[in-house]
């Protein structure tokens, strides 16, 4: 079992910048793929961003591209999503997930692993 804990949420002005942690206890997470996803009011679940087992290789959602940066520290068992330049549609509650295996993946439903989340309110 892994159990995700987000951190680093609240609310930001458009434009700034803001950084998610998600802890992660239980198993070391050197072999998990660990995602980021984020639900908006109304909204499904969006794919955010994925960071491979060994940090080498990510892969990003289309609306996030050049804005949000993913990284892990297995050392210290610990994803982060730094988000630069946010705006309002930004505003969600962001999720941290994780998965057994190699293969970046964009579908929740395979994620095993999952936190309570991070609200993130972006004000215009």
């Known amino acids: 079992q892994v159990q995700l804990v987000e951190s680093g949420g609240g609310l930001v002005q458009a434009g700034g910048s803001l950084r998610l942690s998600c802890a992660a206890s239980?198993?070391?997470?050197?072999?998990?793929?660990m995602g980021w996803f984020r639900q908006a009011p109304g909204k499904e679940r969006e794919f955010v961003a994925a960071i491979s087992g060994s940090g080498t290789s990510t892969t990003y959602g289309d609306s996030v591209k050049g804005q949000f940066t993913i990284s892990r520290d297995n050392g210290r068992n610990m994803v982060y999503l730094q988000m630069n330049n946010v705006n309002p549609e930004d505003t969600a509650v962001f999720y941290c997930?994780?998965?057994?295996?190699?293969?970046?993946?964009?579908?929740?439903?395979?994620?095993?692993?999952w936190g309570q989340g991070t609200q993130v309110t972006v004000s215009s």
């Open positions: 997930a994780a998965r057994l295996g190699v293969v970046l993946t964009r579908v929740s439903r395979e994620y095993n692993y």
């Open positions: 239980g198993r070391t997470i050197s072999a998990y793929v």
